[in-house]
């Protein structure tokens, strides 16, 4: 499948362009995918305005039906854009788009990344490593106390921890990363202005103090159902890997961890007792390779984030030299948590010399490969 490419010359975009991808976020999800080929003709969507059916369909080959909504959602959207825009400040939110510098570069793995992110808070900064944290929403003390400690000491050693906002394991991992004085972000499957559950008000406004509530459904969007399965694929994008606390055999948070096995990402899970059917999820992630974590330096070590405190101590520190030329700009695009196809992109470098860069820059102690590779600059 292809994966929808919108995000080229990613900055700050102005406030026109930014409600055409606002508008264009409205589309459903077969119709977001013709927007490749939009883009890749047209260079972008400004030619869209104005069009009409026919053009569209005989400079694209889209279909007249995806073309009509196409054009649809586009009706007055300066208008319909700045009119939302306004309804979210009002509540102290805001959106960004997938053309923005500051939209989670993680995210651009997915095959079918958010147009449109609804934010409430402010993201943790990218040089935080992000750690989903998720399970059953009917978890019992042994989970709640699980995930609580885990996304606190997590907290304490400068990770933000992603999660759901749902009852449960997902609340429990919001607490824990506060207590902690850590940031997290919450995903939801409904609208920014809709609190779900109502119960999680005060958790949502702590949230939001310190880290961020994210969405990429529409004001007033309900909690519907089938909303959860396509927010689950946010929170394993977003992250590095996913940590499963409690799941029994039907759990959401199984799709999370299926989610990000597809992104590249690694999952853990805490073990359980073999008596209690919230262990039947998570024992058949282990079974099948996930890491089995029982706190949050197992998460750090698997992940690479973190060597053993021993061994550090017997190191002696390397002097670097300085870096110039075409690896001073490869470290520096190594900022931000990005893959290799990113860094790629982003500096037009062949495969073959990006990877002999990056071998170069991992020898010497610029920087560091995560398990799922993503490279990250070394600051110890």
Known sequence: ??????????????????????????????????????????????????????????????NRKIATNILTVLEDFEKKGAEEESKLKDIGADFITIADEDYPSLLLDLIDPPIVLYIKGKLPDISLPRIAVVGSRNADSYGL?????????????GCSVI?????????????????????????????????????HASLEDKICKNGAVITEYPLGTTPFKGNFPKRN???????????????????????????????????????????????????????????PVENALDVLRFLNLKEDIKEKKKKIPKE??????????????????KTTNQIAEELSLPAGMLLSGLSHLESEGYIKRCNNGIFIKNLS
């Open 163 to 199: 999660s759901g906002m749902a009852r449960g394991i997902d609340g429990a991992s919001h607490s824990g990363c506060l207590a902690g004085n850590g940031k997290t972000v919450a995903v939801l499957g409904c609208g920014i202005d809709v609190i779900y559950p109502p119960e």
């Open 233 to 291: 694929r946010i929170i394993a994008g977003m992250s590095l890997g996913v940590l499963v606390v409690q799941a029994d055999i039907r759990s959401g948070s199984l799709s999370t961890a299926s989610q990000a096995l597809e992104y590249g990402r690694e999952v853990m899970a805490v073990p359980g007792s073999i008596f209690n059917q919230l262990s039947v999820g998570t024992h058949g992630l282990l079974k099948d390779g996930a890491h």
């Open 145 to 157: 106390e699980a995930a609580y400690r885990i996304s606190k000491g997590l907290a304490q050693e």
């Open 320 to 337: 670097k030299p300085e870096l110039d030329g075409q690896l001073k700009l490869i470290f520096e695009a190594t900022d931000g948590f």
């Open 1 to 62: 499948m292809d994966q929808v490419n919108l995000n080229s010359n990613r900055q700050k975009s102005d406030p026109n362009n930014r409600y055409i991808y606002l508008a264009l976020s409205k589309l459903k999800t077969n119709e977001i995918k013709a927007l490749n080929e939009i883009k890749e003709i047209y260079g972008g969507f400004s030619p869209l305005l104005g069009s009409s059916v026919e053009k569209i369909n005989s400079d694209t080959g889209i």
